[in-house]
């Protein structure tokens, strides 16, 4: 079956300007996960979703990004006013209802802010 | 919190070699699993293999098996017969039971030498 779907694979966008992330989850997924990836760092936990629930937006760094998981199912990653430092690899994950169900993730989006 | 840590930011080995990469992890829970997975150049994160913090026995899938030290809270990753595609970032990633996202590990460069 598909896997986990993002989109674009790759985005270079000038700073200030807006950029909005695409992942279409693998399907009957209810939990949706975004993670960032720095240049030689591990994966920084930025939003997840579980169902109907409110997300967790705990990760976030600051009010220039939002996610909408509309549907249940495609998640949107927004991130405003664009700063190099946002430069990275984000990556979606989705993940089944068993307890011990694995993430499965994504090919990522490479973001590069110039 | 948890954190989880891997002391060894890159790892060189030869072809057929067996090597062993660490990961040690800090939490309070006692309902948790732990998980290794796979970054090859292509970004696409696969899972290599899990174990469930209740079960005793260490797990195996072919070629990779791990050394989980629960009283240490230690999570090793061991790969006999190392080949070429194992070349690869390797990411150590804790999860508290129930449905949660993943805590990952800095990860480690892996390199298999011909």
């Known amino acids: 079956g598909a896997g986990v779907s993002q989109s674009p694979s790759n985005k270079v966008t000038e700073k200030g300007k807006d950029v909005e992330l695409r992942c279409d989850p693998i399907s009957g997924h209810t939990a949706l996960y975004w993670y960032r990836q720095s240049l030689g760092q591990g994966l920084e936990f930025l939003i997840y979703f579980q169902g109907n629930s409110a997300p967790d937006k705990s990760g976030l760094p600051s009010d220039r990004f939002s996610a909408e998981r509309t549907g249940g199912s495609v998640s949107t990653l927004t991130i405003q006013r664009t700063q190099q430092e946002d430069s990275a690899v984000y990556l979606c994950?989705?993940?089944?209802?068993?307890?011990?169900?694995?993430?499965?993730f994504g090919n990522g989006t490479r973001l590069t802010v110039t | 919190a948890q954190t989880v840590t891997q002391s060894q930011p890159e790892m060189s080995v030869q072809e057929a070699e067996t090597v062993t990469l660490s990961c040690t992890y800090d939490t309070s829970e006692s309902n948790y699993y732990l998980f290794w997975y796979k970054q090859p150049p292509s970004r696409q994160m696969i899972l290599v293999i899990r174990q469930e913090a209740y079960k005793q026995q260490n797990a195996t899938e072919n070629r990779f098996s791990v050394n989980f030290q629960k009283a240490a809270k230690s999570f090793s990753l061991k790969i006999s017969d190392s080949q070429l595609g194992d070349t690869a970032m390797y990411f150590c990633a804790f999860m508290r039971g129930g449905a949660d996202g993943l805590t990952f590990g800095k990860g480690t460069h892996l390199i298999i030498q011909p």
């Open positions: 994950a989705s993940r089944g209802t068993g307890l011990n169900s694995p993430l499965h």
